[in-house]
């Protein structure tokens, strides 16, 4: 009864962060029910959860036939396998709760910025909250490391950040033509922020380095792709948001298993 309960409550969530990945992008408030992004018509009832949709054929929208997003889909499934794996891992513990709602914020914020290069402060705000009150309540940490992980996380993406922008300034200089792109955004730097404050200053290092490898690989395999198909460009954007949230779920996930290995305590 439990697992079924939290597969019909994942399967909830992803609707709901389906509704906002297309609303707040647009400054729009999340609207219910929810419409059609071509048409702007309300949604049928049963294709307002993609699983139900998918289910009973509704995949089309009525008024303009406007198909499904499969991300719509894809969100509804790996929200629910988020909810199971916590349950195994954790049972229904307060770091279950707090994890389960951390992780839902961060499924949000990479579907956006995957999507739209976007990491909104409407998304970060709440996540902040969230990861401060993990911290202190689930993961058990001291409010000082907290907020020194919080920092770290936060500085470190920002020199990058820094570095980015003048790189930028110096090679538009040269190619006399501005570039709309660096290689990391605000958003990116306050995410790193709220990463910090989930994972500790102990673990804020290693979830950046996961991410920048993570990241840089990704773009190497992206970007040899596009040269072998002649796409390339040497400033193709590539959205970081979803490396930096891949490094905090391993932290946040295996942290003890991380410094049992390693020796390092908490």
């Not at 929208?61 to 509804?76: I, Q």
């Not at 709440?126 to 409010?143: C, Q, W």
């Not at 000082?144 to 993406?157: E, M, N």
């Not at 110096?170 to 033509?177: D, M």
Request: proline share 4%; charged share 15%.
């Amino acid at each position: 009864m439990i697992i079924l309960s939290l597969i019909v409550l994942g399967v909830i969530v992803g609707s709901l962060i389906n509704i906002f990945a297309d609303d707040l992008p647009r400054r729009l408030t999340p609207r219910f029910p929810p419409r059609c992004l071509n048409c702007d018509s309300s949604l049928h009832p049963l294709r307002r959860i993609a699983i139900l949709g998918v289910l009973t054929n509704h995949i089309k929208c009525l008024t303009c036939e406007s198909s499904l997003k499969l991300r719509s889909l894809v969100v509804e499934i790996v929200s629910p396998l988020m909810l199971l794996y916590l349950y195994q891992r954790f049972d229904l513990t307060l770091r279950f709760g707090l994890l389960a709602l951390l992780l839902e914020c961060f499924l949000l914020i990479a579907v956006i910025d995957l999507e739209h290069r976007l990491i909104l402060y409407v998304t970060i705000i709440p996540s902040a909250v969230i990861a401060i009150v993990y911290g202190l309540l689930g993961a058990g940490y001291d409010l000082s490391k907290i907020l020194i992980g919080g920092a770290v996380g936060f500085g470190a993406v920002y020199v990058i950040y820094f570095f980015g922008w003048v790189f930028g300034a110096v090679t538009a200089r040269i190619r006399g033509e501005e570039l709309s792109e660096v290689p990391f955004g605000g958003g990116d730097v306050n995410l790193a922020g709220v990463i910090g404050l989930a994972v500790g200053w102990s673990g804020i290092l290693l979830a950046l380095f996961i991410a920048v490898m993570s990241g840089g690989v990704s773009a190497a395999l992206y970007l040899t792709v596009s040269l072998i198909r002649r796409r390339y460009n040497l400033f193709t954007p590539i959205p970081y948001g979803p490396f930096f949230i891949l490094g905090a779920v391993i932290l946040l996930l295996f942290a003890d298993e991380i410094r049992a290995r390693s020796g390092v305590s908490r």
